[in-house]
């Protein structure tokens, strides 16, 4: 009988006996614990290292004899990397390849996180969450036995049984399903290198394969470069994010404007555009495209990537900016019955997109809840995950759309309103994006009705002089003006004449928060009564979206309120809750999560699972369409004013009609929120 | 209970009750005779028509008012195409769309060969055949419910539930297998075109599927144009089939001489051009795909249709035209151990490839047997189908290489050899191709030694006068100079001066065929002891390759060779075996069969379960490798001179060597046969 010993897998603290002889990394499996690896234990990759523990630990006498020594194979791996590693700090002594090291005595391993096969990343959110780096796109490398004349097997036939087995031996611990050997395509730029690529590394080649089933990179020798982008297209600002995709982190974050802000501020300018445009579609088309390649092409720059490294992109955006990506009209999405060309998740090749990739990667796009809540939401809803939760949660992504999903596992509800362009600091008469010199957080004075109030600097340099003030800040100010009662409950100014910063201004009434020789840019920058009402408008619109949709649900009261959006992750909670922007909630209920849709997108590269369940979500989600609720329109005028100051946390003054009919609500209203048909 | 009726199918005879108010598609899937439709019986597509009978047919009293009166729909259709059909001579008084004339009477039907839903085409063979029409892409027509508010669903959404349910409708009297609606692609530039396009066509669309899976063409109302191409590129001429997808008919054939011929003769010259500079492959492979452009192009506007309306294409070709089709190397495909980049059959986009057709069709390459037997020899055995006979076939498809395959429905073998360019009417004094002015039959009086031959003329026109000889011609000419005594058994001319025709040359010895008069190039047209020698290498490296599969196979004598390839079908039977080109076979059992290549790319066109077939039989079939067999030199020796007139129909001769070692045959060997690595 095979003699046993006793091996101890750290940090985990997972143990068992095995039969002498057996390697390390067997004997995880065997246990339970997934080790890495691309090589298929092949001593070639070293994704499975490990360190061996010298010494007792946990009632274990381990010792580094307690494993076979080193064969020629994992000799030569270590002679090529043990200079690099010594300076990284590893502990060469103790390293192993646990594909290679066999068990011939008592032992503990300590597996370091780049080894594990079930890697996980921490996505800061109202909880703190892991996700499974699981990829949809995975590289292997593969030896294969060199054509006989005997055995003249094809090219293509030869790698794909040779790396189906590969794919078989790296197994579960990889996240692979190896398909059979006929399963397996290649895509048409990879099939035509295949017979020189296998040749010129000798028969051994690292390929990627995207979902198990296709070969979409081949390269002679062992290569592990795999990265992906998420990418986030706002209709103001676009992010991307590109991840190593076997580590799961992100090694380089790019963002910069939406370039079709110059065919219109909002969603619906830019579809207007479209229709009003001959070329319309191709422009804005050609600016989304443009601005995508030339984040990647800086993202890829600043890593020293090559084009043929970025193995896969997943996108998301609302519905108009994932159709303009797309190249397909928006001309129906803004007219009833609303219906955008697909809700699916897509998988498009690179070069048919002309995204400047791996012309065999695939660009995935996150599916599409309605004509008006995008894959963006989609994103949010994989970041925050209410449908695995059983508190109640209001979800709320403001942008120049505001996106709403109110529920729990039970069943979710989504909405979506325009909000205006004032909460990015758009059509304020100082308005500005939170960039260097914009006014980002104010406070004003009870007393002295002075202001206080901090402006972005670029790093760690000196505060800069104002040029303008940004969303957040306008919050802020607006909030603040209604606080200390320089505006009333109707957003009117109480008009006083005995302090300078109130007066009036060439529009009527305003505020100066900053005078001219405070700013860089020659002009006192005030807060105009004008500014006031564009935050009237937008606020009401978002609060009667959420009574609505919150009606719709049967919720008195969401559990959680959760803010995202980068504009989100700026306002201050309570400021909201002072303008009555968010139904009323207790303080600590309110999360200010940030880009939610981005990082959705960034598990959605990371994980594949996630894809299959954003298609689940789009499948159970019930749409709530504002525009033919009769009782939006009411609701949006009953929550123009701010809330009762006796009650600043109560949202019951919204019932309070304003006094006389609105014409500049009426405006908003018939712009951006009636059926336009 | 409710009544019923006896219908009867004709031509086919099919009998059988059914209920009153069956329709009569119904009536006919109930008893196992398949209509065709295209618009899931809404009386739109016109497809399922048929002719009511009237009187008394087969024991039955058939009568017009035996099936329902026409309801409007069906009215509205006939009304629009009623004088068309007249015009057509179709009898309009008796003509229904089974879809929706229900049985109320004992009744005949009559369903022409345009409506069967089991469509076939024949092919002409060694023996006549019937080719199921079921092609890979199918139109259907839908008519969708427009989007409500009240259902909002996407548009790709909503157009797929409604083709899967036209697909459900349609069924297998169409050979389809409706998928479900979530397994059903759309082509990124069909997706693209979705929301227009089905609002342009009111909500009423055709679209073309690939495989059951794939949406590949949209266009608003009813279409149902549907074209394929089979494309047969062989290394001397090029030719392409352009078919209807429906019907199986073919509407165009258009032909020219493979452009790569300006980078060498044969395979061989081509590979080392490739090797040998640096832009080769991209040379040959430009040549090609424009070669193939070019002839779509012509047959498209020679039938009025557009590049959109081609929605696949079938490729085949030995394995280096293959590879250079696809932009894949051939460096390593003529050296041992001589494999191919891969084997198994491929569908590439066409615009990947750069096809000028709809950018969403696939083009199909039939799978490859070994490095020197290709897609075109699997396109032979998809017309020849070896493997459904009882009879030991010897296949031989001869063109510049000549590919043989041996065998039954048990196993079969296949080989090739290169047999010089000879064949083609190249490197032969007054060669050419089978053109216009080229000889094409030589006759040689057995007193006289006059000749008599035939010139190929334009159509009816007059025959031209000689250019030169082609391929053909000079099979005959060589057979017959050997067959009355003017070359002896080992090719050497019986040196004579009596006779002007008889003489020696610039190259030594040779027999005028056509005199300078004669001709319209100014020049005497001789045969020359080059070109007999010529004739003699291509035979014996044909002759040597069936001797060594026939070995391998065990068969001592083919029940049947069945000559294939353009320039097969030129070959007279007689003269092949006077010269010894194909093993001793009764004269009665050879079959010429022209471009069998081609029409087996035609086969997998219009019939999808003959790639599966294909596939099977690529991973069946036993492949010989020449180069490497010890015999091959020796038989090929051996096979140099003519058999023995004695014994005409014999291959004894053969076994007699050579008197004296032959430079030229060891040049010829080392050439084209010899392992040149």
Known sequence: MTQEHIVVFQPSGVRGKVPAGTHLRAAARSLGVEIESVCAENAT?????????????????????HVTPMGVDEQEFFAKRTKAWKRLGLDIERLRLSCQAE?????????????????????????????????????YYVEMEPATLAKPLADVARLAD????????????????????????????????????????????????????????????????????????????????????????????????????????????????????????AALHDAVLTAVNTLLGRALRRCKLEVDDLLEMVVVGNTTMHHLFLNMTTAHLGLAPFVPTMHRSLD???????????????????????????????GVLLAEEPHHQDDELLIIDIGTNAELVVGNRKRLLCTSTPTGPAFEGAHIEYGMRAAPGAIERVRIDDDTLEPTYTVISVDDEESPQAKGICGSAII?????????????????FVERT?????????????????????TSI???????????????????????????????????????????????AHIDPTQALILGMIPDTPISDVYAV????????????????????????????????????????????????????????????????????????????????????
Chains 1, 2 share one sequence.
Request: proline share 5%; glycine share 8%; aromatic share 6%.
């Open 103 to 139: 068990v011939c005595g008592d032992v503990v391993v300590f597996v370091p996180e780049s080894s594990r096969g079930n890697r996980q990343i921490v996505r800061k959110s109202a909880t703190e969450r892991l996700i499974d780096v699981r990829p949809t796109v995975r590289r």
């Open 348 to 378: 498009i090749k690179a070069r048919d997109l002309g995204i400047e990739a791996n012309p065999a990667a695939y660009v995935h796009l996150l599916p599409i809840e309605a004509s008006f809540v995008g894959a963006d939401n989609v």
């Open 498 to 518: 005995d302090l300078p910063r109130i007066r009036q201004g060439e529009f009527g009434w305003e505020y100066v928060v900053a005078f001219e020789e405070e």
């Open 476 to 492: 802020d100010a607006v909030a603040e003006m209604f606080r200390v009662g320089i505006i009333d409950s109707s957003g009117r």
């Open 162 to 281: 040779a790396l189906v087995e590969v794919m078989e031996r790296v197994g579960d611990g990889a996240n692979c399903i190896a398909p059979g050997p006929d399963d397996l395509r290649f895509d048409y730029t990879v099939l035509r290198r295949v017979s020189d690529a296998v040749r010129e590394g000798d028969w051994k080649i690292s390929v990627a394969v995207w979902n198990d089933c296709e070969v979409i990179d081949i390269r002679s020798g062992y290569h592990d470069e795999a990265y992906g982008a998420a990418v986030d297209i706002g209709s103001t600002a676009i992010a991307l994010y590109l991840c190593d995709l076997a580590s799961g982190e992100v090694v380089a974050t790019e963002s910069m404007m939406n370039p079709q802000t110059a065919f219109g501020d909002d969603i619906m300018s830019r579809m207007t555009y479209q229709v009003d445009n001959e070329d319309g579609l």
């Open 594 to 677: 940030g880009n939610a849709a981005g990082d959705g997108a960034r598990i959605a590269l990371l994980n594949r699972d996630k894809r299959r369940e954003a298609m689940e979500l789009v499948g159970a989600i019930q749409r709530v369409e504002l525009p033919v609720d009769p009782d939006f329109q009411n609701q949006f005028m009953l929550a123009l004013n701010f809330p009762h100051m006796a009650h600043p946390f109560s949202s019951i003054a919204h019932l309070i009609p304003a006094s006389e009919p609105d014409p500049v609500a009426q405006r908003f209203l018939d712009l951006h929120v009636n059926d336009p048909s």
């Open 522 to 568: 020659g002009h006192d920058i005030p807060i105009t009564i004008q500014d006031v009402r564009q935050i009237q408008l937008a606020k009401s619109a978002l609060y009667a979206a959420a009574h609505i949709l919150l009606r719709e649900a049967g919720i008195q009261r969401p559990d959680k309120v959760i803010l995202a959006g980068a504009f989100g």
């Open 45 to 65: 990759c070293g994704q499975c290292r490990i360190l061996v523990e010298d010494g007792r630990r946990g009632g274990v006498a381990s010792a580094l004899d």
